[in-house]
Protein backbone atom coordinates (compact mmCIF):
# COMPACT_ATOMS: atom_id res chain seq x y z
CA UNK A 1 0.00 0.00 0.00
CA UNK A 2 1.26 3.24 -0.95
CA UNK A 3 2.01 6.24 0.69
CA UNK A 4 -0.06 8.24 -1.47
CA UNK A 5 -2.73 6.14 -0.94
CA UNK A 6 -3.12 6.27 2.47
CA UNK A 7 -2.51 9.90 2.32
CA UNK A 8 -5.28 10.00 -0.29
CA UNK A 9 -7.87 7.72 2.38
CA UNK A 10 -6.66 10.01 5.09
CA UNK A 11 -8.02 12.82 3.79
CA UNK A 12 -11.02 11.18 2.46
CA UNK A 13 -12.02 9.97 5.74
CA UNK A 14 -11.12 13.54 7.56
CA UNK A 15 -13.20 14.89 4.76
CA UNK A 16 -16.22 12.42 5.24
CA UNK A 17 -16.14 13.44 9.07
CA UNK A 18 -16.45 17.01 8.23
CA UNK A 19 -19.36 16.66 6.05
CA UNK A 20 -21.22 14.28 8.67
CA UNK A 21 -20.62 17.06 11.42
CA UNK A 22 -22.03 19.81 9.15
CA UNK A 23 -25.06 17.21 8.19
CA UNK A 24 -25.72 16.76 12.13
CA UNK A 25 -25.23 20.58 12.94
CA UNK A 26 -28.12 21.27 10.60
CA UNK A 27 -30.34 18.29 11.66
CA UNK A 28 -29.93 19.64 15.24
CA UNK A 29 -30.63 23.35 14.32
CA UNK A 30 -33.42 22.47 12.36
CA UNK A 31 -35.25 19.61 13.82
CA UNK A 32 -34.06 19.85 17.43
CA UNK A 33 -33.20 16.08 17.72
CA UNK A 34 -33.63 14.75 21.21
CA UNK A 35 -33.04 10.95 20.90
CA UNK A 36 -30.99 8.97 23.83
CA UNK A 37 -28.60 8.75 20.56
CA UNK A 38 -28.01 12.23 20.03
CA UNK A 39 -27.71 13.08 23.61
CA UNK A 40 -24.65 10.52 23.72
CA UNK A 41 -23.40 12.17 20.66
CA UNK A 42 -23.20 15.85 21.73
CA UNK A 43 -22.30 14.88 25.34
CA UNK A 44 -19.02 14.10 23.41
CA UNK A 45 -19.02 16.81 20.47
CA UNK A 46 -19.84 20.61 21.77
CA UNK A 47 -22.64 21.73 19.51
CA UNK A 48 -24.07 24.76 21.21
CA UNK A 49 -27.94 25.64 21.69
CA UNK A 50 -26.97 29.10 22.15
CA UNK A 51 -23.86 31.36 22.44
CA UNK A 52 -23.57 34.65 24.10
CA UNK A 53 -20.39 36.97 23.13
CA UNK A 54 -17.55 33.92 23.81
CA UNK A 55 -19.88 31.86 26.32
CA UNK A 56 -21.80 28.34 24.95
CA UNK A 57 -24.64 26.94 26.66
CA UNK A 58 -24.45 23.38 24.92
CA UNK A 59 -27.07 21.46 23.02
CA UNK A 60 -26.58 18.71 25.83
CA UNK A 61 -27.49 20.94 28.11
CA UNK A 62 -30.18 22.24 26.75
CA UNK A 63 -31.44 18.47 26.19
CA UNK A 64 -30.88 18.10 30.11
CA UNK A 65 -33.12 20.96 31.13
CA UNK A 66 -35.57 19.86 28.33
CA UNK A 67 -36.09 16.49 29.78
CA UNK A 68 -35.76 17.49 33.96
CA UNK A 69 -38.66 19.53 32.93
CA UNK A 70 -40.76 17.61 30.94
CA UNK A 71 -40.11 14.50 33.82
CA UNK A 72 -41.18 17.06 36.06
CA UNK A 73 -44.06 18.08 34.27
CA UNK A 74 -45.07 14.07 33.79
CA UNK A 75 -44.56 13.59 37.19
CA UNK A 76 -46.70 16.23 38.41
CA UNK A 77 -49.70 15.89 35.61
CA UNK A 78 -48.77 18.62 33.80
CA UNK A 79 -48.04 17.10 30.40
CA UNK A 80 -51.95 18.44 28.64
CA UNK A 81 -51.42 21.79 26.62
CA UNK A 82 -48.14 21.86 26.93
CA UNK A 83 -46.83 24.55 24.75
CA UNK A 84 -43.30 23.32 22.70
CA UNK A 85 -42.48 26.50 21.93
CA UNK A 86 -43.22 28.12 25.42
CA UNK A 87 -41.25 25.78 26.89
CA UNK A 88 -37.85 26.08 25.00
CA UNK A 89 -37.90 30.05 25.44
CA UNK A 90 -38.39 29.39 28.64
CA UNK A 91 -35.41 26.63 28.94
CA UNK A 92 -33.51 29.21 26.63
CA UNK A 93 -33.93 32.83 28.79
CA UNK A 94 -32.86 30.52 32.01
CA UNK A 95 -29.85 30.19 29.93
CA UNK A 96 -29.41 32.98 28.80
CA UNK A 97 -29.30 34.81 32.09
CA UNK A 98 -26.65 32.34 33.16
CA UNK A 99 -24.10 32.93 30.33
CA UNK A 100 -25.16 37.01 30.91
CA UNK A 101 -23.91 36.54 34.74
CA UNK A 102 -20.45 34.56 32.77
CA UNK A 103 -20.15 37.70 30.90
CA UNK A 104 -20.90 39.90 34.03
CA UNK A 105 -17.86 37.48 35.86
CA UNK A 106 -15.45 38.24 33.16
CA UNK A 107 -15.70 42.05 33.55
CA UNK A 108 -15.14 41.83 36.92
CA UNK A 109 -12.61 39.24 36.73
CA UNK A 110 -14.76 36.65 38.98
CA UNK A 111 -13.11 32.53 39.65
CA UNK A 112 -14.72 30.26 42.07
CA UNK A 113 -12.21 28.31 44.40
CA UNK A 114 -13.03 24.96 46.06
CA UNK A 115 -13.79 26.82 49.31
CA UNK A 116 -16.51 28.53 47.20
CA UNK A 117 -18.39 25.21 45.90
CA UNK A 118 -17.41 23.34 49.34
CA UNK A 119 -19.53 26.48 51.37
CA UNK A 120 -22.42 26.45 48.52
CA UNK A 121 -22.61 23.13 49.00
CA UNK A 122 -22.89 23.95 52.79
CA UNK A 123 -25.92 26.09 52.21
CA UNK A 124 -27.93 23.73 50.19
CA UNK A 125 -27.27 20.60 52.37
CA UNK A 126 -27.88 22.89 55.33
CA UNK A 127 -24.90 21.15 57.38
CA UNK A 128 -21.51 22.31 57.97
CA UNK A 129 -19.85 18.93 57.66
CA UNK A 130 -22.37 16.45 55.68
CA UNK A 131 -22.42 13.15 56.73
CA UNK A 132 -22.23 9.98 53.73
CA UNK A 133 -25.87 9.65 55.00
CA UNK A 134 -26.52 13.27 54.02
CA UNK A 135 -25.31 12.70 50.82
CA UNK A 136 -26.86 9.82 50.06
CA UNK A 137 -30.50 11.64 50.81
CA UNK A 138 -29.70 14.45 48.91
CA UNK A 139 -28.29 12.31 45.74
CA UNK A 140 -31.66 10.31 46.39
CA UNK A 141 -34.03 13.60 46.25
CA UNK A 142 -31.92 14.76 43.40
CA UNK A 143 -32.30 11.51 41.08
CA UNK A 144 -35.95 11.74 41.97
CA UNK A 145 -36.81 14.78 41.38
CA UNK A 146 -34.50 15.69 38.54
CA UNK A 147 -33.11 12.73 36.76
CA UNK A 148 -29.62 14.14 37.68
CA UNK A 149 -26.66 12.81 39.24
CA UNK A 150 -24.56 15.17 41.82
CA UNK A 151 -22.14 16.35 39.10
CA UNK A 152 -25.13 17.36 36.69
CA UNK A 153 -26.39 19.54 39.85
CA UNK A 154 -22.92 21.17 40.69
CA UNK A 155 -22.33 22.57 37.11
CA UNK A 156 -26.06 23.85 36.42
CA UNK A 157 -27.13 24.89 40.15
CA UNK A 158 -24.10 25.56 42.95
CA UNK A 159 -21.53 27.19 40.64
CA UNK A 160 -24.36 29.28 39.39
CA UNK A 161 -25.26 30.39 42.84
CA UNK A 162 -21.04 30.87 43.69
CA UNK A 163 -20.44 32.78 40.62
CA UNK A 164 -23.62 35.05 41.65
CA UNK A 165 -22.71 35.50 44.70
CA UNK A 166 -18.95 36.54 44.21
CA UNK A 167 -20.40 38.97 40.86
CA UNK A 168 -23.21 40.65 43.36
CA UNK A 169 -20.35 41.64 46.30
CA UNK A 170 -17.98 43.23 43.11
CA UNK A 171 -20.93 44.96 42.13
CA UNK A 172 -21.73 46.38 45.71
CA UNK A 173 -18.36 47.30 46.68
CA UNK A 174 -17.69 49.41 42.60
CA UNK A 175 -17.92 52.73 43.70
CA UNK A 176 -17.57 53.51 39.94
CA UNK A 177 -21.27 52.70 39.52
CA UNK A 178 -23.52 55.87 39.20
CA UNK A 179 -26.27 53.61 42.11
CA UNK A 180 -23.48 52.90 44.20
CA UNK A 181 -22.51 57.07 44.48
CA UNK A 182 -26.20 58.09 44.44
CA UNK A 183 -26.68 55.64 47.44
CA UNK A 184 -23.83 56.87 49.63
CA UNK A 185 -23.98 60.11 48.95
CA UNK A 186 -27.77 60.11 49.99
CA UNK A 187 -27.28 58.41 53.13
CA UNK A 188 -24.48 60.19 54.34
CA UNK A 189 -27.22 63.53 53.30
CA UNK A 190 -29.40 61.49 55.40
CA UNK A 191 -27.32 60.55 58.44
CA UNK A 192 -26.48 64.71 58.75
CA UNK A 193 -29.96 65.61 58.34
CA UNK A 194 -30.56 62.84 61.32
CA UNK A 195 -28.34 64.43 63.49
CA UNK A 196 -29.61 67.85 62.96
CA UNK A 197 -32.65 66.68 64.37
CA UNK A 198 -35.06 65.55 61.49
CA UNK A 199 -37.79 62.95 61.98
CA UNK A 200 -36.52 59.46 61.40
CA UNK A 201 -40.22 58.54 60.03
CA UNK A 202 -40.70 61.39 57.46
CA UNK A 203 -36.68 61.16 56.23
CA UNK A 204 -37.36 56.99 55.66
CA UNK A 205 -40.82 57.77 54.08
CA UNK A 206 -38.95 60.01 51.47
CA UNK A 207 -36.18 58.34 51.00
CA UNK A 208 -35.75 54.60 51.93
CA UNK A 209 -35.79 52.21 48.60
CA UNK A 210 -37.28 49.68 51.49
CA UNK A 211 -41.07 48.61 51.46
CA UNK A 212 -41.18 49.59 54.53
CA UNK A 213 -40.49 53.03 53.88
CA UNK A 214 -44.71 53.67 54.14
CA UNK A 215 -44.39 52.98 57.43
CA UNK A 216 -41.66 54.97 58.43
CA UNK A 217 -38.99 52.04 58.11
CA UNK A 218 -41.14 50.53 60.73
CA UNK A 219 -39.36 46.86 60.98
CA UNK A 220 -42.03 45.28 63.78
CA UNK A 221 -40.25 42.52 66.09
CA UNK A 222 -37.88 40.26 64.73
CA UNK A 223 -35.22 37.97 66.22
CA UNK A 224 -31.25 38.15 65.17
CA UNK A 225 -31.58 35.27 63.06
CA UNK A 226 -33.35 36.88 60.65
CA UNK A 227 -31.00 39.94 59.58
CA UNK A 228 -27.89 39.46 57.96
CA UNK A 229 -25.08 40.01 60.42
CA UNK A 230 -23.89 43.04 59.80
CA UNK A 231 -27.39 44.78 60.72
CA UNK A 232 -27.73 42.24 63.96
CA UNK A 233 -23.78 43.73 64.78
CA UNK A 234 -25.30 47.50 64.96
CA UNK A 235 -28.57 46.32 66.15
CA UNK A 236 -27.13 45.01 69.47
CA UNK A 237 -24.74 48.04 70.48
CA UNK A 238 -28.19 50.00 70.60
CA UNK A 239 -29.82 51.89 73.31
CA UNK A 240 -33.66 51.89 72.63
CA UNK A 241 -34.22 54.98 70.52
CA UNK A 242 -30.82 55.36 69.72
CA UNK A 243 -29.72 55.26 65.63
CA UNK A 244 -26.76 53.81 64.33
CA UNK A 245 -24.14 54.77 62.66
CA UNK A 246 -23.87 53.99 58.31
CA UNK A 247 -23.05 50.35 57.90
CA UNK A 248 -23.33 48.53 55.08
CA UNK A 249 -24.67 45.18 54.19
CA UNK A 250 -24.97 43.22 50.61
CA UNK A 251 -28.18 45.21 49.88
CA UNK A 252 -26.75 48.56 50.56
CA UNK A 253 -26.09 51.79 52.96
CA UNK A 254 -28.08 51.26 56.18
CA UNK A 255 -29.52 53.38 59.11
CA UNK A 256 -31.08 51.78 62.22
CA UNK A 257 -33.03 52.89 65.41
CA UNK A 258 -33.58 50.27 68.27
CA UNK A 259 -37.20 51.41 69.41
CA UNK A 260 -37.60 48.15 71.71
CA UNK A 261 -36.58 44.72 72.89
CA UNK A 262 -38.50 42.11 74.62
CA UNK A 263 -37.97 37.89 75.33
CA UNK A 264 -40.19 35.70 73.59
CA UNK A 265 -41.65 32.76 75.07
CA UNK A 266 -38.92 30.68 73.78
CA UNK A 267 -36.22 32.94 76.12
CA UNK A 268 -35.27 34.37 72.36
CA UNK A 269 -34.12 38.76 72.42
CA UNK A 270 -37.06 40.16 70.18
CA UNK A 271 -35.84 43.48 68.82
CA UNK A 272 -38.27 46.25 67.51
CA UNK A 273 -36.07 49.12 65.45
CA UNK A 274 -36.96 50.85 62.04
CA UNK A 275 -34.33 51.39 59.09
CA UNK A 276 -33.69 53.45 56.29
CA UNK A 277 -31.72 51.83 53.08
CA UNK A 278 -30.28 53.23 50.11
CA UNK A 279 -29.75 50.27 47.90
CA UNK A 280 -26.79 48.88 45.54
CA UNK A 281 -26.75 48.56 42.27
CA UNK A 282 -28.29 45.16 41.14
CA UNK A 283 -27.26 42.33 39.29
CA UNK A 284 -30.48 41.96 37.65
CA UNK A 285 -30.01 45.28 36.60
CA UNK A 286 -26.61 44.47 34.82
CA UNK A 287 -28.36 41.34 33.36
CA UNK A 288 -30.96 43.49 31.75
CA UNK A 289 -28.61 45.79 30.76
CA UNK A 290 -25.87 43.28 28.91
CA UNK A 291 -28.77 41.27 27.40
CA UNK A 292 -29.70 44.47 25.10
CA UNK A 293 -25.42 45.07 24.41
CA UNK A 294 -24.19 41.40 24.21
CA UNK A 295 -23.79 39.31 20.86
CA UNK A 296 -26.81 36.18 21.22
CA UNK A 297 -26.65 33.79 18.57
CA UNK A 298 -29.86 31.11 19.01
CA UNK A 299 -29.64 27.54 17.39
CA UNK A 300 -33.00 26.44 18.46
CA UNK A 301 -35.56 26.23 15.50
CA UNK A 302 -38.57 28.64 16.14
CA UNK A 303 -37.17 30.40 18.73
CA UNK A 304 -35.78 34.04 18.23
CA UNK A 305 -33.29 36.26 19.97
CA UNK A 306 -35.74 38.84 20.60
CA UNK A 307 -38.24 36.55 22.36
CA UNK A 308 -35.02 36.07 24.94
CA UNK A 309 -34.85 39.14 26.06
CA UNK A 310 -37.86 40.10 28.38
Do not use: C
Amino acid sequence: MSKKFVLGLLAGLVLFSAIALLIFNYGLKTYNWTSPTVRAIVKVLPFSAMKVNRYSYSYYDYLTDWNTIQKFMIDNGQVEGMDELSLKQEILRSALEVLIIEVIADRYDVSLTDEDYAETWKLVLGVDEPTESDWQAFDKNLQDVYGWDRETYEKRVIHLYALSEKVTEKINNDESLDTNKVAKTTIEEIFQRLQAGEDFATLAQTYSDDPSASEGGDLGWFTAETMVPEFVEQIITLEKGQVSEIFKTRYGYHIVRLDDTRQNELGAIEYKAAHIIKLFASIDDFISEEKNKASIEVYINGVEKESLLY
